[in-house]
């Protein structure tokens, strides 16, 4: 269903803001990624050794640029469903002694060139940090308990002096930590009941902050909205553990289903819900349990995935391309808008992680021994991490509405606004779901006083199925459309159809 006004006619929009009216301040890891040992995302993505553009570590320098200028501050590692049958000692040590391995997560062959310390190093190149998973499916408290220690003790016992003889006598100081992954789904190896997660949960976070008390924790949340044990999974899980942890994960993919785009372009409107009914179910535990403390989110793994897409897939082989998809500019205008609602519940959400970083369902895509290029995702997700940053604002958004199968009655417009540590600037995202027509909004910044001038970036073009190639990697890429001044703390912008849009105001000419 194409998105229709329902007067048929264009009818302005209105945007009010008041800086007294505060969500909560960004937390920068809202803008974080995700590397999982799939496909091509670690092998012949970020690391390709004989590539004329590698590193003396083997890992790709086109590649670390393109992900310095995400500025994405933590990735999530080493999985994802892969997590749950790794032996995380196979990834330490000389690469030559290192054992080759069947995956049974993606049926592919690890080859564990790269590991947790190859891994740490790559973070420091491209300045991020790391936010590393333990395998609670095949393994659990001994195996998770000796990796804090390999990571983060400063020496004098077996795996700290192990990892000082591996060449790293520091220690990683690894913050972050996910205790296992989707452990509710039928899918994942050593897939387990909540009763039977929650225990392993809460006894394998006590000895994982017996090494190291300083550590964040992050306990498995619903795979997804549809799971049948949604909302149940995580009250459940919380009656053990609750105390033990500091966030929830929550997990989302989408994609456009036949002949509907209108609902998919308002496919935010689910992460908006699917972000609240965890939280009741997560407040509903502090509750019941008494608790002090607030258990925040860790969105950990969102994206646009065309799952309905997915070919056979090839039998152990290495670095076999899975889930590479190709994004379009409608999907950028989806990823906008997905970053959008995780702005607006930053006061919650306090982690969250594009799910993956290179060629697996990516905005950065990669040839082996050729170039990368920015898909079209990459550019609303590297501008909101670049002007997302600061203080989120209540946003009052009015005006035309739709109709859509998923959702029934929808706004045409949504939008964040993000005060900045100077005052005088403020960012307005903003997307367009009419695929037809431009809409004009009317953007209220009375309380504001400084504000003078407007600059209107956006991302939209003739063409919503346009894709970018290694031959032409910007095709969808975003542009200015110009400078407006704000008379009165009043400005009127046009938003072009079907569109993500990013207005950034402030003192100036």
């Known amino acids: 269903m194409s998105p229709t006004r329902k007067e048929g006619a264009v009818v302005a929009a209105r945007i009010a803001l008041d800086p007294a009216?505060?969500?909560?301040?960004?937390?920068?890891?809202?803008?974080g990624s995700f590397v999982e040992h799939l496909g091509r995302c670690v092998y012949t993505g970020i690391y390709e050794p004989d590539h004329p553009e590698a590193d003396p570590d083997?890992?790709?320098?086109?590649?670390?640029?393109?992900?310095?200028?995400?500025d994405v501050p933590i990735v999530r590692y080493p999985g994802g469903n892969f997590v749950s049958g790794y032996r995380w000692e196979d990834g330490v040590g000389p690469r030559g002694q290192r054992p080759t391995r069947l995956d049974l997560a993606w049926r592919s062959i690890e080859t564990n060139e790269v590991g947790t310390d190859d891994f740490m190093a790559w973070c420091a190149t491209v300045g991020t940090a790391p936010m590393l998973a333990v395998n609670l499916g095949t393994r659990g408290v001994e195996a998770a308990r000796d990796l804090v220690e390999y990571c983060n003790h400063p020496g004098g016992t077996y795996w700290s002096d192990l990892r000082a003889s591996n060449g790293n006598r520091q220690p990683h100081g690894v913050k972050v930590w996910c205790l296992g992954n989707e452990m509710d789904g039928p899918w994942q190896i050593g897939h387990k009941t909540a009763e039977e997660y929650g225990r392993?949960?809460?006894?394998?976070?006590?000895?994982?902050?017996?090494?190291?008390?300083?550590?964040?924790?992050?306990?498995?949340g619903s795979s997804h909205h549809r799971m049948p044990t949604f909302g149940s999974w995580e009250a459940t899980v919380l009656e053990h553990c609750y105390e033990h942890v500091d966030y929830v994960s929550v997990h989302a993919y989408y994609e456009q289903r036949p002949a509907d785009r209108g609902s998919f372009l308002a496919c935010a409107m689910d992460m908006d819900g699917m972000i609240e009914d965890v939280l009741a179910s997560v407040d509903y535990a502090r509750a019941r349990g008494k608790h002090r403390k607030r258990i925040n989110l860790s969105f950990d793994e969102w994206n646009v995935w065309y799952m309905s897409r997915r070919a056979e897939e090839p039998v152990w082989t290495q670095r076999p391309r899975l889930i590479e998809d190709r994004y379009s500019l409608v999907d950028a205008v989806v990823v906008g808008n997905l970053l959008i609602s995780l702005l607006r519940h930053a006061d919650r959400v306090r982690i969250a992680c594009l799910a993956q970083l290179v060629n697996v369902i990516a905005p950065i895509l990669?040839?082996?021994g050729g170039a990368a290029w920015r898909q079209s995702t990459y550019h609303p997700f590297a501008l909101t991490s670049r002007y997302g940053r600061g203080t989120v604002l209540r946003t009052v958004v009015d005006g035309p509405r739709y109709e859509t199968s998923w959702f029934g009655d929808t706004p045409l417009l949504d939008a964040v606004a993000v005060r900045h540590d100077d005052p005088d600037e403020l960012t307005v995202f903003a997307v367009n779901r009419d695929q037809h027509e431009a809409q004009p909004v009317d953007l209220d910044v009375r309380g504001f006083g400084g504000l003078t001038v407007v600059e209107h970036t956006t991302l939209s073009g003739d063409d919503p199925d346009a894709v970018n190639t290694a031959d032409d990697p910007e095709r969808v890429a975003p542009r200015v459309l110009g400078r407006y001044p704000v008379d009165g703390g009043r400005v009127t912008v046009s938003l072009p159809a079907l569109s993500w849009n990013m207005l950034r105001l402030r003192s100036g000419d």
């Not at 890992?59 to 995400?70: Q, S």
């Open 21 to 31: 009216f505060v969500v909560a301040d960004v937390d920068p890891r809202l803008f």
């Open 58 to 70: 083997g890992f790709r320098k086109d590649v670390a640029d393109l992900v310095r200028a995400l």
């Open 200 to 220: 392993l949960a809460v006894e394998t976070a006590k000895a994982m902050r017996w090494v190291d008390p300083d550590i964040e924790l992050i306990a498995c």
């Open 366 to 368: 990669t040839e082996p």
